[in-house]
Each structure stands twice: as C-alpha cells, then as structure tokens.
C-alpha cells in the first residue's frame, strides 16, 4: 500500500486545525487597514486627523469636520473590533499549533512551511505555486492519509513564478522584502545563490535544502533572461520545458502542517494535472536520469490512487 489513512483524532484535528487557520488569515486581512493609528493634530488655528503607518509614515486625511469625525470614531470602534477579534484567534492558533504537534498531525518540512508563510507574508503568494514532489504534501493532506516516506523524500523545492503577473510582481516584490533572497534569508539567514554552480535559479541553506525558481519557456512578451529584483545578487528563475502547461493549471490550495505543528497553506497545481505531468517526465522527459523517471511515474500512481478512491476531491 503507497498510503495509509491517519487515525480519527489526528482527522479530527486537522479539520479543526484548518478551520483555525483559515479563520486566523480572514481576522488578519481584516484587521490590517486599521494596523496604525488616527489623532487629530494642531497647525495654527487649523486642526486635521492624521492616519499613521509603520514605519513612522503618516498620511494626513482631512481637516477637521463631521466627516472626519466620523472617520476617526469608525476607525477606532473597527480597530478595537477587529484587533480582539485578531488577538482571540491569535492565542486559538498557538493552542491548535500545539495540539498539532502533541498528535502528530503534520509532517510537512518546517522549512517549507516557514517559507510559504514568509512567501504570504510578504504578499507574493498569489505568484508561485509549489510543484514537484512536496506537492504531495498538500494532496495527503486534503486526502486524509500519510503517502509512503520514499516517495516524498528530497531535499529540494519547486516553485513556479507565474511569468504572466510579472508587472505586479515587481511592484509587490517592491513593497515588502525587495528581493527573493533576501525573503529566503527571512526563513534562514544561511541561504545563499548558488551562482557558483551556473545555478542562478537555486538557492541553498547551509543544511544543503535548495529552493528552484522556475518559469515557463519564454513567449511573446516574457522578458528573458529575468532577474527578480535588481538586487545582483538575486535569482533568476530558469525556462523549463512545458512548464506553461503547469502555469495555465488549475490551483489546488490546502493548508500543510509542519512535525512543530506550524500550519500554512500551499498552493500547487491540480491534482489531475500532476499526474498527467509526471506520466509526462517518466518517459519523454529528455537529460532526466532512469531513477528519477520511476519516481516520477511511483508518484503519479500514488495520486492517481487518491483520485480513483475518491480521497482526493479535485474542483
């Protein structure tokens, strides 16, 4: 058997767990407009409401009048609402994680979880999806089961940047870490461009876990070769083959929860889509050594198995 199901309580708590999550995320949207302050502040004999930011920014929204007024007591009224709100699922979130971790409910790699949370984080999930092998990890997940160690063993991941939202990728790259590398060195300061290697769309922590940017083969209008960011050092992710079939893909997200009990959510490619791709790479595949074509199909099988079970509901 390629799968096993996991017990009733570990069920039931990635169930509540992923409700937690999903709650705690919309409580944070939520209560991000009001992060900051309002006051009112003095100039001569003129009196105006001042809206306050992070980083010492302030924006001033009016002069004082009933309109204003108005939008100081909303803005305070919300902010208390919606931050309890926050703060309530907050500390709800920290007892799932531990619940989580006390019925081993999770087995996704920390460092996969740590760095699709530092991806949200950042505001650039909408622009990679995760594909490979640790797609596997979203897909028992959702199925219930725990997928056999050796078909899930490696020491590296794939992320797919959609190269058709580049524009506002780079301006929400811009907004926040400013370079991939530097958002990897969020999730571990040790890692590094593999540059050294001719690997520019790698990069390794000092526990030798890569992570590979890739992007589809280049068409009408895709800029090439591309860097992320001006940073010199940054990545550039690298054209791989009938990659376009895996961008136009349905996306399939799920929450993953980590062996620390840590949950975030991955986004990767329909699972229907999956195994048609590795059934691909297992016999047409060109340059692609004969081990890792059978792991290819290995995987393809134990997904098709989910789907035939009816485990594994697609959209």
Not at 144 to 166: C, E, F, H, P, Y
Not at 175 to 189: W, Y
Not at 290 to 300: F, H, N, S, T
């Amino acid at each position: 058997m390629n799968y096993l199901p996991i017990s009733d309580n570990a069920a039931r708590q990635t169930i509540d767990a992923s409700t937690v999550w999903a709650e705690y995320l919309k409580a944070l949207t939520a209560a991000r407009p009001y992060a900051g302050g309002m006051y009112w502040k003095r100039e001569g004999a003129y009196e105006y409401l001042v809206k306050t930011y992070s980083g010492n920014r302030q924006e001033r929204v009016g002069a004082r009048s009933e309109k204003t007024e108005n939008i100081y007591v909303d803005f305070h009224k919300n902010k208390v609402a919606r931050e309890g709100r926050l703060s309530s699922l907050t500390a709800a979130l920290a007892e799932t994680q531990r619940q989580n971790k006390a019925l081993k409910v999770g087995r996704t790699p920390e460092i996969v979880v740590r760095l699709l949370n530092a991806i949200r984080e950042a505001g650039l999930e909408e622009h990679f999806v995760v594909v490979g092998t640790h797609a596997l990890y979203a897909y028992e997940t959702a199925a219930g089961v725990r997928i056999v160690s050796g078909a899930l063993a490696t020491q590296d991941v794939d992320l797919l940047w959609d190269a058709r939202k580049r524009v506002q990728f780079v301006i929400d790259l811009g907004k926040d870490a400013g370079s991939m590398l530097t958002l990897l060195k969020r999730v571990d300061t040790s890692f590094r461009r593999k540059s050294d290697d001719g690997q520019n769309e790698s990069a390794v922590n000092d526990k030798g876990f890569e992570v590979d940017f890739l992007r589809r083969e280049a068409v009408e209008g895709d800029p090439h070769p591309f860097r992320f960011s001006d940073d010199e050092e940054d990545l550039w992710p690298v054209r791989a083959h009938r990659a376009s079939v895996l961008t136009q893909a349905p996306v399939f997200l799920h929450p993953v929860i980590s062996a620390t009990g840590k949950i975030a959510n991955m986004r990767t490619i329909d699972p229907r889509t999956f195994v048609d791709f590795k059934r691909w790479m297992s016999t047409n595949a060109q340059n692609r050594d004969a081990v890792k074509k059978r792991r290819d199909l290995y995987q393809a099988d134990i997904v098709q198995g989910l789907l035939d079970e009816g485990l594994l509901v697609t959209v």
